[in-house]
C-alpha cells in the first residue's frame, strides 16, 4: 500500500505543517486516488461541493460545508471529482507535542480520538469562514517564512484545533473534559501500546491502579460507553488495520491479536463488522 510521507522541505528549511487548496494538489501528495495511509494528521475543510472517502473500508460521503478528520496510518481512498472548493491543512504530530512538551496534547482533542467518535463534522459557512481566514493567515506565514514564523504557525494550528474541539464538544453533545482527566488520556495511551496483548476492564483498570467499576464510571462519563466498548473498539481498529496494509494470513492476524483460535477472532470481528476478516479485505481492495 501507498504511504504518504510528509514533505518535510518543501518550503526549504523543515517545517512540519502545511496548508493548501484541495484543488492544487489533486491527483498528488494526501489526494492520490489509490488506496494510501499518510503519517500525519489531516483536517479537510469542505466548503462546497461533495466527496467521497473509502476510510478504513468504511464508505463515507461528504457533502458541504462540513470538515473531515483523519488521524496517521488510515488506508483511505478519495473520490474528489466534485469538489468545489476545500482547504486542507496537515501537520506531523511533534509540530505541536514537542512545542506544548504535551505528548498527550492531540488525544485531547475528540476528533482525534478514532472508534464511534465521528470523523465528520457539518458545519455551516459561518463557522467554515471563521476557519478559512485562520487558514489563510496560515498559507500567507507559510508563503513569507520568517525566522520567527515556526512560533506563529504553531500558535495559528494551536487556535485551529481548539476551536475545533469545541465545535466539535458542542455538535456531538459531549460532556467530558480530557483536560482535565490524565486517567482517560493514559487509558487511551495505554490501548494503543497494548491491545494486543490486553484486551479486558480487568488490565486495563489494573495498570491504571483503580478498579474496575471506577474505569467504567469514567468511560461512561467522558466517552459515554463502557470500558469493554472501548476495548473491543480498539481491538476491531487494530485488526483492520493488519488486515489492509499488510499480507498477513488471518490466522496470523489471529494469533499476533492474542485470540486462542481463529475462529474465535473470525467470530469476533463479525460481531463488531457483520463480515468476516476475509470478506472485510476483500472488499476494501477490490478496487
Not at 486516488?33 to 462546497?48: A, D, L, P, S
Not at 482535565?180 to 484486551?199: A, D, T, V
Request: with cysteine; proline share 2%.
Amino acid at each position: 500500500m501507498l504511504k504518504v510521507q510528509f514533505e518535510k522541505n518543501k518550503y526549504g528549511s523543515e517545517l512540519l505543517l502545511d496548508c493548501v487548496d484541495l484543488s492544487d494538489i489533486l491527483d498528488q501528495g494526501i489526494a492520490v486516488k489509490e488506496m494510501h495511509v499518510t503519517t500525519f494528521y489531516e483536517i479537510f475543510f469542505f466548503m462546497e461541493g461533495s466527496s467521497s472517502i473509502n476510510l478504513e473500508g468504511k464508505h463515507i460521503d461528504i457533502e458541504a460545508p462540513c470538515i473531515l478528520f483523519l488521524r496517521p496510518a488510515q488506508p483511505r481512498q478519495w473520490e474528489l471529482s466534485d469538489v468545489k472548493k476545500c482547504m486542507v491543512i496537515f501537520f506531523e504530530g511533534a509540530f505541536m507535542e514537542t512545542f506544548l512538551k504535551d505528548h498527550l496534547f492531540l488525544h485531547r482533542l475528540y476528533y482525534f480520538l478514532g472508534g464511534t467518535f465521528p470523523v465528520i463534522l457539518p458545519q455551516d459557512q459561518k463557522v467554515l469562514s471563521i476557519f478559512e481566514n485562520l487558514l489563510h493567515s496560515v498559507k500567507q506565514e507559510i508563503d513569507n517564512l520568517k525566522n520567527d514564523s515556526h512560533q506563529l504557525l504553531r500558535a495559528y494550528l494551536y487556535q485551529i484545533l481548539i476551536l475545533l474541539n469545541r465545535y466539535y464538544t458542542a455538535h456531538y453533545d459531549l460532556k467530558g473534559n480530557l483536560y482535565e482527566n490524565l486517567n482517560m488520556l493514559q487509558f487511551r495511551e495505554m490501548l494503543k501500546q497494548n491491545i494486543k496483548e490486553k484486551q479486558t476492564v480487568k488490565e486495563y483498570a489494573a495498570l491504571l491502579n483503580m478498579n474496575r467499576n471506577r474505569l467504567n464510571h469514567l468511560c461512561n462519563e467522558i466517552f459515554a460507553k463502557d470500558a469493554s466498548d472501548i476495548i473491543k473498539n480498539e481491538l476491531v481498529e487494530s485488526c483492520k488495520y493488519y488486515l489492509l496494509t499488510t499480507d498477513k494470513t488471518i490466522t496470523e492476524i489471529s494469533y499476533d491479536h492474542n485470540f486462542s483460535a481463529p475462529s474465535n477472532f473470525v467470530r469476533f470481528f463479525k460481531s463488531m463488522t457483520t463480515i468476516s476478516p476475509a470478506a472485510y479485505r476483500t472488499e476494501f481492495i477490490k478496487d
